[in-house]
C-alpha cells in the first residue's frame, strides 16, 4: 500500500471534498481510502509514505482530445507555408506532417506527449491520431507506449478520403481491429474509438463504412465545424448542417465525442442534446488557427456533457483552463462568463466523458476510484478549501508545478524526476527521429 499525504486534499467528492491536512490511501491500482494524514498513518503504518510537504493532492487531470502526430511540429518551419485561411492551415502544416510520419516517428511523438502529459499531472489522455505516410499499426504503437510509460489513454484514428480510397480503407481497418484489440484488455488502461477527420473530408460511402465497422458501445471521435469552410461544404453538397447530416449517419451518440463545434447553430445543439453526444472545447487551438470562438458557454448550458481538450497545442491542461476562461469572457463581453462552466468543463465534464468509456471511475479521489493522483507544489497565499478551489487552480496553478504524478497506483514522476525511464534519453531519441522528419518534408 502507499499513502500519499501530508497536503491539502481535493478529492472532488461530494461527499468528502476537502481534508486540510489529508491523505489517500492505495492498495494496488485503487484508492482505498481517504482521510487526514494523522488518521491514515496511525491507521496504516506499514504503508509506504508519500509526502506531498504541503503541497496539494488531487485527482490527475484528464485531456478529452488530444493529437500525438503533432509533437513533432513544435519550431517546424514548411517551405512555402503561408497559410490564409483554416484549409492552408491543415493542408501545408498538418497534413504535411502526417502524410511524412513513419512508424517509429509516431512511436517517439507518442513517447514525448504521454511524458509530457506525466510531467503536467494529466493522467488520461483521449488522443486523435492521424499518420498517412505509415497507417497500419500505428495505434498499436501508440499503445505499445502508453503501457510502457502508464498512461490511461482512448485511441483512434483519423479517417479521411483526403489521400484517396485505399488510404481510407486502411484507417478504418486500423481503428477496427485496434477496436477490437481494446475490447479483450482487461487492465482498463486502454479503450478503442472510431475516428473520423471531419465531414468535409468524408463520403458518404466512406461514413457508412465505418458505422458498418464501429460496434455496439463504442463511439465515435470527429472534428465537428471546427472551420467555417465546413459548414459551407456541407452545405453547398448535401443541403444540411453538419451536426444533421453526422445525425443521418448515426454518428452521434453517448459515446462519441464532437471536438470544437464552433459553426453550429440552436437547432444543431438541440440534436446533440438529445442523442446525448459529447462536445469537447479546445480554446487555445481555435484562436491560434482564428477559426473563430464556439458558443461553448451555450452548449455548456444546455446540459450537452462538455470537456476541455487541448488539440495538441499544448499538454498542460491548466493553461486551457486559462485560455478559456478569457476567451469567453472577452468574446461575450461579460465579466461573470465562464467561472462555472470552464471548471465544470475541466473537473467534471472530463471526468464524465472518460467515465463513459473506462470502467474503473476517474477525475475523484474516492474508495474504488482509479488512483491516478497528482501532488502540486502550490502554497496558497489566501485561504483555500473546496469551494474556492478552481479559483485557486485557475490564477495560482501550471503544470510545470506537479511534482509528484500516480497513474493506476504506480508513482511515475516523484519530486520532477521520472522514475520508470530515462528522460534524457528518450528526448535525445525524439530529437534525433524529429530531425529526420523534418528533412524529408523540407528535402
Same mark, same amino acid.
Given at each position: 500500500?502507499?499513502?500519499?499525504?501530508?497536503?491539502?486534499?481535493?478529492?472532488?467528492?461530494?461527499?468528502?471534498?476537502?481534508?486540510?491536512?489529508?491523505?489517500?490511501?492505495?492498495?494496488?491500482?485503487?484508492?482505498?481510502?481517504?482521510?487526514?494524514?494523522?488518521?491514515?498513518?496511525?491507521?496504516?503504518?506499514?504503508?509506504?509514505?508519500?509526502?506531498?510537504?504541503?503541497?496539494?493532492?488531487?485527482?490527475?487531470?484528464?485531456?478529452?482530445?488530444?493529437?500525438?502526430?503533432?509533437?513533432?511540429?513544435?519550431?517546424?518551419?514548411?517551405?512555402?507555408?503561408?497559410?490564409?485561411?483554416?484549409?492552408?492551415?491543415?493542408?501545408?502544416?498538418?497534413?504535411?506532417?502526417?502524410?511524412?510520419?513513419?512508424?517509429?516517428?509516431?512511436?517517439?511523438?507518442?513517447?514525448?506527449?504521454?511524458?509530457?502529459?506525466?510531467?503536467?499531472?494529466?493522467?488520461?489522455?483521449?488522443?486523435?491520431?492521424?499518420?498517412?505516410?505509415?497507417?497500419?499499426?500505428?495505434?498499436?504503437?501508440?499503445?505499445?507506449?502508453?503501457?510502457?510509460?502508464?498512461?490511461?489513454?482512448?485511441?483512434?484514428?483519423?479517417?479521411?478520403?483526403?489521400?484517396?480510397?485505399?488510404?481510407?480503407?486502411?484507417?478504418?481497418?486500423?481503428?477496427?481491429?485496434?477496436?477490437?484489440?481494446?475490447?479483450?484488455?482487461?487492465?482498463?488502461?486502454?479503450?478503442?474509438?472510431?475516428?473520423?477527420?471531419?465531414?468535409?473530408?468524408?463520403?458518404?460511402?466512406?461514413?457508412?463504412?465505418?458505422?458498418?465497422?464501429?460496434?455496439?458501445?463504442?463511439?465515435?471521435?470527429?472534428?465537428?465545424?471546427?472551420?467555417?469552410?465546413?459548414?459551407?461544404?456541407?452545405?453547398?453538397?448535401?443541403?444540411?448542417?453538419?451536426?444533421?447530416?453526422?445525425?443521418?449517419?448515426?454518428?452521434?451518440?453517448?459515446?462519441?465525442?464532437?471536438?470544437?463545434?464552433?459553426?453550429?447553430?440552436?437547432?444543431?445543439?438541440?440534436?446533440?442534446?438529445?442523442?446525448?453526444?459529447?462536445?469537447?472545447?479546445?480554446?487555445?487551438?481555435?484562436?491560434?488557427?482564428?477559426?473563430?470562438?464556439?458558443?461553448?458557454?451555450?452548449?455548456?448550458?444546455?446540459?450537452?456533457?462538455?470537456?476541455?481538450?487541448?488539440?495538441?497545442?499544448?499538454?498542460?491542461?491548466?493553461?486551457?483552463?486559462?485560455?478559456?476562461?478569457?476567451?469567453?469572457?472577452?468574446?461575450?463581453?461579460?465579466?461573470?462568463?465562464?467561472?462555472?462552466?470552464?471548471?465544470?468543463?475541466?473537473?467534471?465534464?472530463?471526468?464524465?466523458?472518460?467515465?463513459?468509456?473506462?470502467?474503473?471511475?476517474?477525475?475523484?479521489?474516492?474508495?474504488?476510484?482509479? &488512483?491516478?493522483?497528482?501532488?502540486?507544489?502550490?502554497?496558497?497565499?489566501?485561504?483555500?478549501?473546496?469551494?474556492? &478551489?478552481?479559483?485557486?487552480?485557475?490564477?495560482?496553478?501550471?503544470?510545470?508545478?506537479?511534482?509528484?504524478?500516480?497513474?493506476?497506483?504506480?508513482?511515475?514522476?516523484?519530486?520532477?524526476?521520472?522514475?520508470?525511464?530515462?528522460?534524457?534519453?528518450?528526448?535525445?531519441?525524439?530529437?534525433?527521429?524529429?530531425?529526420?522528419?523534418?528533412?524529408?518534408?523540407?528535402?
Amino acid at each position: 500500500m502507499i499513502l500519499i499525504g501530508n497536503g491539502r486534499l481535493l478529492t472532488r467528492d461530494d461527499s468528502n471534498p476537502w481534508y486540510e491536512n489529508g491523505a489517500v490511501l492505495v492498495e494496488g491500482t485503487t484508492i482505498k481510502k481517504t482521510g487526514t494524514t494523522e488518521e491514515l498513518k496511525k491507521e496504516y503504518p506499514e504503508a509506504e509514505f508519500v509526502d506531498a510537504k504541503g503541497g496539494l493532492i488531487m485527482p490527475g487531470f484528464i485531456n478529452a482530445h488530444e493529437h500525438i502526430y503533432s509533437a513533432m511540429a513544435r519550431g517546424l518551419s514548411v517551405k512555402g507555408y503561408n497559410p490564409k485561411g483554416f484549409l492552408d492551415i491543415l493542408d501545408g502544416m498538418w497534413w504535411t506532417l502526417d502524410r511524412h510520419l513513419t512508424l517509429e516517428q509516431t512511436r517517439k511523438s507518442a513517447a514525448a506527449t504521454y511524458i509530457d502529459s506525466i510531467k503536467n499531472g494529466v493522467t488520461t489522455v483521449f488522443d486523435h491520431h492521424a499518420s498517412f505516410g505509415s497507417i497500419e499499426n500505428s495505434l498499436f504503437t501508440i499503445e505499445e507506449e502508453a503501457k510502457r510509460l502508464g498512461v490511461r489513454t482512448c485511441l483512434c484514428y483519423e479517417v479521411s478520403d483526403r489521400d484517396g480510397e485505399e488510404k481510407m480503407k486502411a484507417s478504418v481497418k486500423e481503428n477496427a481491429e485496434f477496436i477490437k484489440y481494446a475490447a479483450k484488455d482487461t487492465t482498463d488502461m486502454v479503450k478503442a474509438m472510431m475516428g473520423m477527420h471531419a465531414q468535409f473530408t468524408l463520403s458518404d460511402k466512406t461514413l457508412e463504412l465505418c458505422r458498418e465497422n464501429t460496434p455496439e458501445g463504442v463511439g465515435c471521435h470527429i472534428h465537428v465545424a471546427e472551420g467555417i469552410e465546413d459548414l459551407h461544404d456541407c452545405l453547398n453538397k448535401h443541403g444540411k448542417r453538419i451536426v444533421n447530416r453526422l445525425y443521418d449517419f448515426g454518428v452521434l451518440g453517448p459515446k462519441t465525442i464532437t471536438a470544437h463545434c464552433i459553426y453550429v447553430n440552436s437547432q444543431e445543439m438541440e440534436l446533440l442534446k438529445e442523442t446525448d453526444t459529447m462536445v469537447v472545447h479546445n480554446p487555445e487551438s481555435n484562436m491560434g488557427n482564428a477559426c473563430g470562438c464556439p458558443p461553448t458557454m451555450e452548449i455548456y448550458n444546455r446540459g450537452i456533457l462538455t470537456g476541455l481538450g487541448t488539440d495538441g497545442y499544448t499538454h498542460d491542461m491548466t493553461e486551457s483552463m486559462k485560455v478559456a476562461n478569457v476567451l469567453h469572457k472577452h468574446h461575450l463581453c461579460n465579466p461573470n462568463a465562464a467561472w462555472t462552466e470552464v471548471p465544470g468543463m475541466l473537473f467534471t465534464g472530463n471526468a464524465r466523458i472518460a467515465n463513459r468509456y473506462f470502467d474503473t471511475p476517474v477525475g475523484v479521489l474516492k474508495e474504488g476510484a482509479a &488512483a491516478d493522483i497528482i501532488v502540486v507544489d502550490y502554497d496558497p497565499l489566501t485561504p483555500m478549501d473546496h469551494t474556492n &478551489a478552481n479559483g485557486h487552480i485557475l490564477f495560482g496553478v501550471t503544470g510545470k508545478m506537479v511534482v509528484t504524478t500516480m497513474i493506476n497506483g504506480k508513482v511515475l514522476m516523484k519530486d520532477r524526476e521520472l522514475l520508470h525511464i530515462d528522460e534524457e534519453k528518450e528526448m535525445a531519441e525524439c530529437r534525433e527521429e524529429s530531425k529526420k522528419l523534418w528533412k524529408s518534408i523540407n528535402g
